[in-house]
């Protein structure tokens, strides 16, 4: 049996050549069934060369639900009645004590996230987080910090980089030129863009990526993974739609493993050197093929759970990046 010609001219990656968009779109049409398989090994051989390093998150969900945005996927949306629990910002001691827990695992990357829009100016919610920046970055120095706080001003970034952030996240989604329609139209993708811009001109990194099964196209998805490149962020990370109820795509079909192989692999060929994250669904949608996926491309997970959803316990996830390093 040969391997698919396009998967044999896909492993020039391996040689330090690029894929181009015309031929990440002919892969991901053209390949299907057992196929799929010599292409998760391609790409788990590209992760291997050019990102060889596993690693690990958690984070802090320090301020839930509320929100003003109508992003169709999210539990947080106050345009939906999803039924989650919702309550303010936390406290800068209540997020240290979460934090140190993180860090007593071996987790040494923790992020902070909050629902909402963002900040435009540096009012007093924005204020308590600066301060819970300066006391995470005091009594854990050795803590990795990322912030997700949505659409940020220039200012609020860079007051966010003299602090000592270390990684900003803004997921783009999905197919940029499909944004409005796809995910909200309370905000749009040129801001989160600029976000994204101001954090990289203070010198911080930057986490992107996006959601898949929200009824996107096979070319959508290719288009989010060359957004994400040219946008040359540090890290990528890939969710799989886990279907809210409350939400409008409550009832969206979920995402096949299979498809979802396909995906990783494209984004790991599409960007060889980049950290590539895989974090919700994991647990949730995808189950019993958790394992596969992590050899299709990502070379990090996210671990102990997610904004409105469980995940695994950190040890059992440590477990599985450690027998991982053996492929």
Same mark, same amino acid.
């Not at 929100?67 to 947080?76: I, V, W």
């Not at 001109?201 to 099964?213: K, M």
């Given at each position: ?9 896909? @492993? ?67 345009? =939906? ?5 919702? =309550? ?14 993180? =860090? ?12 909402? @829009? ?18 995470? &970055? ?22 966010? !980089?003299?602090?000592?952030? +270390?990684? =900003? ?48 196209? +096979?070319?959508?998805?290719? !288009? ?48 060889? &050197? ?31 759970? @997610? ?21």
């Amino acid at each position: 049996m040969h391997i698919h010609p396009e998967i044999e001219n896909a @492993y020039k990656v391996l040689d330090g050549e690029e894929l181009t968009r015309l031929e990440a779109n002919e892969l991901a049409v053209h390949i299907t069934g057992s196929d799929i398989l010599d292409l998760v090994s391609l790409a788990n051989k590209v992760r291997t060369r050019f990102a060889p390093k596993f690693g690990a998150c958690s984070i802090i969900n320090a301020k839930s639900g509320r929100c003003n945005q109508n992003c169709r996927f999210c539990a947080q949306s106050a345009h =939906y009645r999803t039924g989650i629990e919702t =309550y303010p910002l936390l406290a800068p001691e209540r997020v240290l004590a979460e934090a140190r827990k993180v =860090y007593a695992t071996g987790i040494t990357t923790f992020g902070y996230v909050t629902s909402g @829009y963002g900040y435009l100016e540096a009012d007093a919610e924005f204020r308590q987080i600066l301060d819970t920046v300066e006391l995470l &970055r005091r009594e854990l120095p050795d803590m990795k910090l990322c912030m997700s706080l949505g659409i940020l001003s220039r200012e609020c970034a860079k007051q966010l !980089a003299d602090r000592g952030v +270390w990684r =900003y996240n803004m997921n783009l989604q999905t197919n940029p030129a499909r944004y409005a329609e796809l995910i909200a139209d309370t905000h749009s993708i040129d801001d989160k863009i600029k976000t994204i811009r101001h954090m990289q001109e203070f010198g911080v990194t930057n986490c992107t990526g996006g959601i898949l099964g929200l009824g996107e196209t +096979w070319e959508d998805r290719v !288009a989010l993974a060359f957004a994400v490149k040219e946008l040359d962020v540090e890290g990528i990370t890939l969710n799989v739609l886990l279907p809210v109820p409350g939400t409008p795509v409550a009832a969206t079909p979920p995402l096949s493993p299979a498809d979802a192989a396909k995906a990783f692999s494209l984004f790991r060929l599409i960007n060889p &050197r980049k950290m590539i994250k895989f974090c919700a669904g994991r647990e949730t949608t995808m189950k019993d093929f958790q394992a596969l996926l992590m050899l299709a491309g990502p070379s990090a997970l996210m671990t102990g759970g @997610y904004l409105t959803t469980r995940g695994r316990q950190v040890a059992e996830d440590l477990a599985l990046i450690d027998a991982l390093k053996g492929f």
